[in-house]
């Protein structure tokens, strides 16, 4: 069946560093994945999505790449604040799909 | 512009009770769904609707039942409530399903079965 993995350990960095979190896969080939952020006690919100035909896509601080060879996704914040604390879910869809699949997330403290 | 509202925030049921979440959505979406999150573990989906008449089940049913009432309106029925659903539950909803387009989530209902 298929897996998807991230880290399950949270993840520190210093305020103004780059934090690169990971999202890879098994036994699935997405023709999309998304990127969401989760603040405790709130729903998930969506960050960006990216195709399988799309190697990499940029929104302000963020950067998403999607390796369908490596069945990778690394989610990039650039010049982190405090303020970008929170987990990060990654989920998969695709044709004939019904619904995302989410992995479980990756908690990210930025100490200031 | 309220997105996807979902009612009760918190409950606490006794083992066996019933009850009803609701959830609806304002951005004229077809496909809604219903997650649970247990603590530490991903979102799991429980039943979704890809649209207005369509009910199908998702990776955990057993022991729920939906509604798709009309095309803003997904609920969720617990019948006979037990301690394996504790969970904090979030409906979403997307203009459709494969993931091409952003779901859009609820700020869930935390439910204590004791």
């Known amino acids: 069946s298929q897996k998807i993995e991230q880290n399950s350990e949270a993840l520190n960095i210093q305020e103004g560093k780059t934090a690169t979190l990971t999202c890879n896969y098994t036994n699935y080939s997405p023709a999309y994945l998304q990127w969401y952020r989760q603040d405790p006690g709130r729903g998930p919100v969506f960050l960006l999505l990216?195709?399988?035909?799309?190697k990499e896509k940029r929104k302000e601080r963020l950067k998403v790449t999607f390796d369908t060879t490596l069945k990778q996704s690394l989610f990039h914040i650039t010049a982190s604040q405090p303020a970008d604390s929170a987990t990060y879910l990654c989920?998969?869809?695709?044709?004939?799909?019904?619904?995302?699949?989410f992995g479980s997330g990756t908690r990210l403290q930025v100490q200031p | 512009n309220a997105g996807v509202t979902q009612t009760p925030k918190f409950q606490v049921l006794k083992t066996g009770q019933s009850m009803t979440l609701q959830c609806a959505q304002d951005?004229?979406?077809?496909?809604m769904y219903w997650y649970r999150q247990d603590p530490g573990m991903r979102l799991r989906l429980i039943y979704y609707?890809?649209?207005?008449?369509?009910?199908d089940k998702g990776e955990v049913p057993n022991g729920y039942n939906v509604s798709r009432l009309n095309k803003r309106e997904f609920s969720l029925r617990l019948e006979s409530a037990a301690p394996s659903q504790t969970s904090v539950y979030f409906c979403a909803s997307s203009e459709e399903g494969t993931g091409e387009t952003e779901a859009f989530f609820g700020q869930g209902t935390r439910l204590t079965v004791v």
């Open positions: 951005m004229n979406h077809n496909s």
């Open positions: 989920a998969l869809g695709g044709t004939g799909r019904r619904a995302l699949t």
């Open positions: 609707s890809a649209s207005e008449g369509t009910t």
């Open positions: 990216i195709r399988e035909n799309e």
